[in-house]
């Protein structure tokens, strides 16, 4: 049984790719963010939701320096708390991705 989970978590750390999920409240500026730190020009708005879908950006991780992980996959996840409805629909996105991610960033308001 450890060995089993061990050996998945081997796995993880020998692919190809680091997969950095930034997830939050709607309206708090992870897109903003991601825009900000990355380079992408994702649609932000402070007074409506703009993320209606989970978008991507994949890096090229030597940019960064010494990395052991040739690209850095940036996840925006639409934004929890917009409405019931919302949240259920984008609840299958969330397990998607949840499971697939080496990190998780919850982005809160400054």
């Known amino acids: 049984m450890v060995t089993k989970i061990i050996g998945k978590y081997l ?9 950095v999920l930034f997830f939050g409240k709607t309206g708090v500026g992870k897109s903003s963010t991601l825009n900000a730190l990355f380079g992408v ?3 932000t ?3 409506v939701a703009c993320t209606k879908k989970p978008q991507f950006v994949d890096l090229d991780a030597s940019q960064y320096g010494n990395f052991p992980y040739q690209q850095i996959r940036i996840v925006d ?3 929890i708390g917009e409405s ?3 949240d ?3 609840m ?4 998607k991705w949840i499971p697939k ?8 308001q400054a």
């Open 45 to 47: 708005d402070n007074a």
């Open 11 to 19: 796995d993880r750390l020998r692919r190809d790719r680091l997969t």
């Open 77 to 79: 996840l639409p934004g």
């Open 41 to 43: 020009n994702w649609a």
């Open 101 to 108: 991610a080496d990190c998780l960033v919850w982005v809160t």
């Open 88 to 90: 259920k629909n984008y």
């Open 84 to 86: 019931l409805t919302d």
């Open 92 to 95: 299958a996105y969330y397990k």
